[in-house]
Nanobody, 120 residues
Framework: QVQLVESGGGLVQTGGSLRLSCAAS????????MGWFRQAPGKDRVFVAA????????DYADSVKGRFTISRDNTKNTVYLQMNSLEPEDTAVYYC?????????????WGQGTQVTVSS
């Protein structure tokens, strides 16, 4: 089973940018559709973006459309989330996982995530 490690989070001001990475520490992502999710304090984890296994198709939550870009490099076994024009509402722990549509595969565990904090 593929294991994933998120990185790239940090503290940024409103309007700033960050690029998150999701690397496979074990196994390969090549045969999976992949997605990013986020969980703000006191709230449920929600879908952010997804990409199909070839990278040809992407999908975004309305709240991030036009600001975030998901991509993948299967040769590096890594999925990325480029986040621009960040807003305080984007503050959350960000996670990646194997997806079907906008939902993580049932039974898949979650990694530790990476914290993104946007200051106003």
């Amino acid at each position: 089973q593929v294991q994933l490690v998120e990185s790239g989070g940090g503290l940024v001001q409103t309007g700033g940018s960050l690029r998150l990475s999701c690397a496979a520490s074990r196994g390969t992502i090549r045969t999976y559709h992949m997605g990013w999710f986020r969980q703000a304090p006191g709230k449920d984890r929600v879908f952010v973006a997804a990409i199909n296994l070839t990278g040809a198709m992407t999908d975004y939550a309305d709240s991030v459309k036009g600001r975030f870009t998901i991509s993948r490099d299967n040769t590096k076994n890594t999925v990325y989330l480029q986040m621009n024009s960040l807003e305080p509402e984007d503050t959350a722990v960000y996670y990646c996982n194997v997806v079907s549509g906008r939902t993580a595969w049932p039974g898949r565990s979650w990694g530790q995530g990476t914290q993104v904090t946007v200051s106003s």
